[in-house]
């Protein structure tokens, strides 16, 4: 089992930034990827970002490319969202995801909910213009 806190939410003017976090926990060893994932009233939950467990490949919507980075620091335990340039359009219900799976084919899929087996509790970020 695999325990995501998630912190580091709030509400920001546009243009503004957030640093986002989420601490793992319990068998993070079977952790391959890490994401994070946004869901805003009334809509999907969408994928934002994803990291491979060394961290050395990335993956982003379109929607948040050049804008949102992704980390992660396994000695740690954490995986980060640097959000910067916010939009009201951003505003929505942050929240990590864990995936223990392998990836065979398109990467496309670690930006998709149901690879990953794992979930925090959300952190809320408000964007107002």
């Known amino acids: 089992q695999v325990q995501l806190v998630e912190s580091g939410g709030g509400s920001v003017q546009a243009g503004g930034s957030l640093s986002l976090s989420c601490a793992a926990s319990?068998?993070?060893?079977?952790?391959?990827?890490l994401a994070w994932f946004r869901q805003a009233p009334g809509k999907e939950r969408e994928g934002v970002a994803a990291?491979?467990?060394?961290?050395?490949?990335?993956y982003y919507a379109d929607s948040v490319r050049g804008r949102f980075t992704i980390s992660r620091d396994n000695a740690k335990a954490t995986v980060y969202l640097q959000v910067n340039s916010l939009k009201p359009e951003d505003t929505a219900i942050y929240y990590c995801?864990?995936?223990?799976?392998?990836?065979?084919?398109?990467?496309?899929?670690?930006?998709?909910?149901?690879?990953?087996?794992?979930w925090g509790q959300g952190t809320q970020v408000t964007v107002s213009s």
């Open positions: 990291i491979s467990r060394g961290g050395g490949s990335t």
């Open positions: 319990g068998y993070t060893g079977s952790i391959n990827y």
């Open positions: 995801a864990a995936r223990t799976a392998s990836v065979y084919g398109s990467y496309g899929v670690l930006l998709v909910a149901s690879g990953y087996g794992y």
